[in-house]
Structures are given as C-alpha cells and as structure tokens.
C-alpha cells in the first residue's frame, strides 16, 4: 500500500466499520517508528445528536479510539512489511490507556490530526504515545498499550 491510505486502505487493515470506523487517511508512517493519520470531524456524526443537543462536543473517549486506531494501522502496517499481503483485518484490543489528557473540546468542522510514536513494542503487544492536535492546538494526549492480532 502506498500513501496516503484512504479510507478503503484502512477498512483493510482494521475491523471497524461505520459509525465506528474513525480514521479517514494516513498520510505518513514509518514502520515501527510512527504514524499520522486524520479524521474529518463532520456535524453528521452520529454520536452529535447526543453530545450534546445545540451544543455538540466530541466525546473524549472517541477521541482516545480514533489515537488507538491510528496505532493499529502502524501496527499492522509494520507486521506486513513489505510484503503487503492482507488477508482480513486484524483484532486490536486496548490493554491500558494512561497519562491521558484533553486540553479543549473538539467540534464539527474541525479536522483531528493524530501523531503517534511507538515507545515499544514485540510481537503482539505495542505500547504507543500519541498527541491529537486541531491546527496547532493539542485538543489530547495518551498512551495506549494494546494487542495486535
């Protein structure tokens, strides 16, 4: 796969699906080093008619599972090397979340940039830092420890 990964690139790599499917490109990513990918946050988001009526707020916890998702794909990116050989998606479990952090809501119209960078990982279990960011602004922070199958 070649970059940028779209959103039929990813559904290829992840077993998410709408509405939960929350990453639309990656548009850079170094194997086992770090990856970016973007979501285009959009009013027509289904969890908006909840969060909150007339004044709508990503929820944080979303947030936090679009990150982990963005470090599936570098996972699995970097499990296929070069060979690019995909046979279904693979299962991503959250193990922990730690030092996470949110510093300002995000809101429709905004596009959420993830920047992650793998602090270690073995075989099956990665451990990831990641920074989502609005333009300049850092709207989060975490680390994630996850299972990649």
């Not at 796969?1 to 170094?30: A, G, N, Q, S, W």
């Not at 730690?98 to 075989?123: A, H, I, N, T, Y």
Request: glycine share 8%; no cysteine; charged share 30%.
């Amino acid at each position: 796969m070649e970059l940028p990964l779209d959103v039929e690139d990813i559904m290829k790599l992840l077993p998410h699906r709408y509405p939960f499917l929350l990453v639309d490109r990656v548009t850079e990513l170094e194997a086992g080093k770090r990856v970016v990918g973007i979501k285009n946050v959009t009013y027509n988001e289904p969890f908006f008619q909840g969060h909150f009526p007339g004044k709508p707020i990503m929820p944080g916890v979303l947030i936090i599972e679009a990150m982990a998702q963005v470090g599936g794909i570098l996972a699995r990116m970097t499990k296929l090397g070069a060979s690019n050989e995909i046979k279904e998606p693979g299962s991503v479990f959250f193990m922990a979340m730690d030092k996470v952090k949110f510093r300002r809501p995000v809101l429709p119209g905004d596009q959420l940039v993830f920047e992650l960078e793998v602090l270690r990982s073995r075989s099956r279990i990665w451990k990831v830092a990641g920074k989502a960011r609005v333009k300049e602004d850092l709207v989060a922070e975490a680390e994630l420890l996850a299972s990649i199958e």
